[in-house]
């Protein structure tokens, strides 16, 4: 029987598409399950687990849809700006950021925000997990790129940038991060947090992804989907995606090749097949759908069914400027229990409502 999995885009129209893609050999098909019409403004961010999928918005919502039994399931209004960022945990928690400079974390089982952080003085712009749940890392319009510590929520690192930065990511393995300026990447080692290398895309960058610990792809504002050997520090691919600008780009790895998922302001969503071997090919297109609107973000939402290759485990290592108690032998498996520990005076706040 054919797996399937679901490509999940919001969109300018304010709306939420769901499409199911069926996979039976070297067929993909993408056909349309659900459309999610909870926003009132146009969508910034989306985010999915095993069981959600949330989506943020310029009208400053969190809304929550359950992909189980395919209904919405209330929403989070826990901020004041513009949601920018959303990244799960596994499937206990998620990480919200927006334009009123916090960084809420969330428990999925009844939707509580457990812990408030004020992350930046301007606007938090990106936001990333480390691999071991008990890190994070923020940019924002201050110029400063943050290191928490997620068990007590308070700031291990703050280290100044000339510019502000849009974009910050973790590596699979969590031995090094990036951050995105503009048109710039820069990489950093996790346990010096010196710069080890800088490149370059000819356009604005819109959306990066690590399609393994060692290879990037990096999407700007033109058609071209870029692949960078972090390692020998070169270009080693480049693919025409769209007709226009590509919006955003996610990945996951399946058997013995990698599927990259791109979508762009021409309204398609395309997937494409890429092995990752030595002497690399351009990837090949392997299924699209045009959703007829003018897409801002993706996710890809993968059903147990669908046989992926999971992310190594990983260990948190880090300088001496983060705490020790980050760099235990035992990793923490359940990050709510540890938040929960120190959060004696929850912090009151909005109305915060899911069913």
């Avoid at 960084?103 to 812990?115: A, H, N, P, Q």
């Avoid at 800088?198 to 690590?210: G, H, L």
Wanted: glycine share 6%; with cysteine; charged share 25%.
């Amino acid at each position: 029987m054919a797996a399937s999995l679901e490509l999940i885009a919001g969109s300018y129209e304010q709306v939420t598409c769901g499409y199911q893609v069926s996979i039976d050999g070297e067929e993909w098909t993408p056909k349309p399950d659900f459309t999610h019409h909870a926003h009132t403004a146009s969508l910034t961010a989306v985010a999915a687990s095993e069981r959600f999928v949330v989506t943020g918005s310029k009208d400053e919502t969190i809304q929550l849809y359950d992909m189980k039994k395919k209904v919405e399931h209330g929403a989070l209004l826990h901020h004041d700006g513009s949601i920018t960022c959303l990244e799960f945990y596994g499937a206990s928690h998620l990480l919200s950021a927006a334009e009123d400079g916090l960084i809420c974390v969330w428990s999925t089982k009844k939707w509580e925000c457990l812990k408030t952080i004020k992350a930046h003085k301007g606007h938090v712009t990106s936001l990333s997990v480390h691999p071991s749940g008990k890190l994070a890392l923020s940019v924002g319009t201050d110029k400063t790129l943050r290191t928490w510590n997620l068990i007590n929520g308070r700031s291990a690192f703050i280290k100044n940038i000339k510019q502000n930065a849009h974009i910050v990511r973790w590596s699979p393995e969590g031995d090094k991060y990036l951050v995105v300026t503009n048109e710039k990447i820069n990489f950093y080692d996790m346990v010096t947090a010196s710069v080890t290398g800088t490149i370059t895309n000819p356009k604005r960058i819109s959306s990066v992804k690590f399609l393994n610990n060692s290879v990037l792809a990096v999407a700007g504002d033109d058609e071209t989907v870029r692949l960078w050997d972090i390692g020998k520090e070169k270009w080693i691919c480049e693919f025409k995606a769209h007709e226009t600008r590509v919006k955003a780009v996610d990945s996951f790895v399946m058997e013995d090749y990698c599927v990259i998922v791109t979508a762009s302001n021409d309204g398609f969503i395309r997937m494409w097949k890429l092995y990752l071997k030595e002497a690399l090919e351009p990837p090949t297109l392997i299924g699209e759908v045009n959703t007829t609107a003018r897409l801002t973000c993706l996710a890809v939402w993968k059903p147990k069914s669908v046989k992926i290759k999971p992310e190594p485990a990983t260990e948190a290592t880090t300088s001496e400027d983060v705490p020790r108690e980050l760099v235990k032998s035992k990793r923490v498996q359940l990050a709510e229990e540890v938040i929960l520990e120190d959060e004696s005076k929850p912090k009151k706040k909005k109305k915060d409502s899911g069913k």
